[in-house]
Nanobody, 124 residues
Framework: QVQLVESGGGLVQPGESLTLSCVAS????????MGWFRQAPAKEREGISC????????YYSDSVKGRFTISSDIATNTLYLQMNSLKHEDTAIYYC?????????????????WGQGTQVTVSS
């Protein structure tokens, strides 16, 4: 059974950093494409980053490019999202997602498996 559990969210001030973790079980990260998504109140779920296991290619949305970094640790089967220079507009619930193919995708509809989400609030 595929399971994803996110952690690491919290309340931070603008300009600060957070690292989100997503522990995967029931499958191996080196066989699944993984994505990070976020959803702010009254907004659609937005794909912000994904990691392709085929060649470790990473993708970022324009809204986070240069500030966020996606990575994985196969030994612990954990996906990470390092978030730097956080802004008010980064406030959202953050989700990790997995799809059983090796090609990355930034659309939520492409993913079958989701975690429960972790809240990130950026406020001064």
């Amino acid at each position: 059974q595929v399971q994803l559990v996110e952690s690491g969210g919290g309340l931070v001030q603008p300009g600060e950093s957070l690292t989100l973790s997503c522990v995967a079980s029931g499958f191996s990260l080196d066989h699944y494409a993984m994505g990070w998504f976020r959803q702010a109140p009254a907004k659609e779920r937005e794909g912000i980053s994904c990691l392709s296991p085929r060649d470790q290619t990473t993708y970022y949305s324009d809204s986070v490019k240069g500030r966020f970094t996606i990575s994985s640790d196969i030994a612990t089967n954990t996906l990470y999202l390092q978030m730097n220079s956080l802004k008010h507009e980064d406030t959202a619930i953050y989700y990790c997602a997995a799809r059983p193919v090796k090609s990355c995708h930034m659309h939520a509809a492409a993913y079958d498996n989701w975690g429960q989400g972790t809240q990130v609030t950026v406020s001064s």
